[in-house]
């Protein structure tokens, strides 16, 4: 793959980069070209992995919400590797591999139920540039999953802004780990709104 970065990828290198590679590859298949990138700076790698295995531990949202409330975020940025990434983690984690497919263009699909829409809606609402959340939208959610789940699910979507809008910003993009185990590609909606497959 040719580098499309903006941060040209380094080597990794050391125990730490050792014990990255081995895990990526049994992981992903691969290591990835965004690890290349963040090894300039080993300690901010290292911290937003650390992070996000504490946000993956979190327990209190269903995790079908959680990976469409990802996805959303991701789709809603412009993030072709989160998306992949997501898409290639869930079926990984046993989600419906059709319904999965469809979060980029979850407004046309019919294959969501009213909650997850509303998830989606909310990552989508919280990803924009400013925040669109409304009281309507956080108080059916409220009512719907509680005070404990709806935290975690702004504090998830958060997260995967700060993880998206770096991987936008330093260029890194999807490296087809779904494509690599026989994934159908995630649909696309077109410019219009109409979806496309």
């Given amino acids: 793959m040719a580098s499309g970065t903006r941060v040209p990828a380094t080597e990794i290198t050391g125990l730490y980069g050792a014990l990255l590679k081995t895990m990526s590859r049994r992981v992903l298949g ?18 937003s992995m650390a992070f996000g295995r504490r946000v993956d531990s979190w327990n209190r949202l269903d995790p079908h919400l959680a990976t469409f409330a990802a996805m959303s975020a991701a789709a809603t940025i412009g993030c ?21 497919r469809e979060v980029p263009r979850w407004r046309e699909s019919a294959v969501f139920t009213p909650l997850e829409r509303r998830v989606m809606e909310y ?44 991987n936008v ?28 497959a």
């Fill in 123 to 166: 990552a989508e609402a919280m990803s924009r540039t400013p925040p669109a959340v409304t009281d309507e939208l956080s108080a059916a959610l409220l009512d719907e999953l509680g005070p404990a789940a709806l935290v975690e699910l702004t504090a998830r979507i958060a997260f995967m802004n700060s993880s998206t809008r770096s």
């Fill in 80 to 100: 072709g590797f989160c998306l992949d990434l997501h898409h290639f983690l869930a079926n990984d984690r046993g989600l419906d591999e059709a319904r999965v």
């Fill in 30 to 47: 691969q290591v990835p070209e965004g690890a290349g990138v963040m090894w300039h700076h080993p300690a901010v790698l290292k911290d």
């Fill in 169 to 196: 910003a330093l260029g890194i993009r999807s490296q087809e780990f779904s494509a690599s185990c026989g994934l159908p590609p995630l649909a696309a909606p077109s410019r219009d709104g109409v979806a496309t």
